[in-house]
């Protein structure tokens, strides 16, 4: 029996949408090669005219008339659009895969609709604007009109059991993934050294978005805990957000203005040159669903240090430092052992990759085919 599955891809924008882009991109073409899974893709007009996507290259796809950078057309194409062309394909099956999808009304085929993580509830804080209550009705609305749901990590299907009570038998936990960098696309260090006005100091990298619960507030305070002859530089990349203000002002509340370093959107190859020279990653997020970041951070082989709260422990495994984000001198401790043990250095160098290699695309892909599976069974 072949399976049919219309994938929900009308949230994403590319280049805007983050890690559910990097799911979309990374699953769609495993999908494909798993023998009874026929994917079709449903997405907007604008990311219908990325022409080397996978929804344009690997799977079929039709295109619903919405634009998503307008989250009242993203809403709309998800309750009227989505169950609409699904049925026009003759989809078995709607796979929702960014948190929220067509609701009990919507009419259509079967869903399975992936959360990746219930910030409205746990940390609410994350979320700009009226996005966050959105979401709050959003998201409850599309697991109770799922047959079966897909959670990024335990942790996140706890979260769902809680926050909005769906039996934790209808819900499965299929771990993402990150993709091996390309070899040679890191930019050379004195370069980017030179460009970014790094000098000669030690980097310490962060990869948290600019957002209240990542709490980069608490890691400019520790930092500021060292004293400036062992202090590294921090650097937190990343597309700016309304936040980026607040962590300027604590910077300079700190006297801690010159250590730290906000550099804004940078390129892959850039992105890969700062793995490359840092010293450490920390990551302290009071909430994750999963947590890309620190699972980067452990391929790379970069010594890292990370929140022990919600999804990231279950990430790091044994491969990185845990600590209380809400405790700076643990914080601060956590970032200064990183810097002075050459050992735990090491030893975490090669804890990484191995704690990595658990997770894998393929793998991802075919518990998600299982889901499949079991949501058109019951």
Request: charged residues 25%; glycine residues 8%; proline residues 7%.
């Amino acid at each position: 029996m072949t399976i049919r599955v219309a994938l929900n891809l009308v949230y994403l924008t590319p280049g805007e949408t983050g890690g559910m882009e990097v799911y979309a991109r990374e699953l769609l073409p495993r999908l494909a090669e798993i023998e009874g899974i026929d994917p079709v893709a449903i997405v907007n007009t604008v990311a219908a005219q990325d022409e080397t996507a996978p929804w344009n290259t690997v799977v079929a796809s039709v295109v619903a008339p919405v634009d998503a950078r307008d989250r009242r057309q993203w809403v709309w194409g998800e309750q009227r659009h989505v169950p609409r062309l699904a049925t026009e394909i003759g989809a078995d099956l709607v796979h929702s895969l960014a948190s929220t999808g067509p609701g009990r009304l919507a009419g259509g085929p079967p869903r399975v609709t992936t959360v990746h993580d219930l910030h409205y509830a746990v940390a609410p804080e994350a979320h700009f604007g009226l996005r966050g209550l959105g979401m709050r009705v959003l998201v409850p609305a599309a697991v109770r009109a799922s047959r079966r749901v897909i959670a990024d990590s335990h942790a996140t299907k706890a979260d769902v059991v809680t926050h909005i009570g769906t039996p934790a038998d209808r819900i499965d936990v299929v771990h993402l993934a990150t993709t091996p960098p390309r070899s040679g696309a890191a930019t050379p260090e004195a370069d980017l050294r030179r460009r970014l006005g790094l000098g000669d100091r030690r980097v310490l990298l962060s990869m948290a978005a600019k957002r209240p619960h990542k709490n980069v507030e608490g890691l400019i305070d520790a930092l500021a805990a060292i004293p400036p002859d062992r202090r590294p530089l921090l650097v937190v990349p990343g597309y700016p957000t309304e936040h980026d203000a607040v962590l300027r002002h604590r910077a300079v509340a700190r006297n801690v203005a010159d250590d730290l370093l906000l550099p804004g959107w940078l390129s892959t190859a850039d992105v890969e040159g700062l793995w490359a020279l840092c010293v450490a990653h920390v990551f302290p997020s009071f909430y994750e669903g999963f947590g890309l970041p620190v699972l980067e951070a452990l391929q790379r082989g970069v010594p890292s240090a990370c929140s022990d709260r919600a999804s990231m422990p279950e990430v790091a495994g044994d491969a990185a430092l845990l600590f209380d984000p809400g405790d700076g001198a643990a914080v601060r401790t956590a970032i200064e052992r990183l810097l002075t043990e050459d050992a735990l250095r090491a030893d975490l160098r090669e804890r990484g990759p191995a704690q990595a290699a658990r997770f894998s695309w393929e793998r991802c892909a075919r518990e998600t085919a299982r889901t499949y599976a079991q949501a058109l069974a019951g």
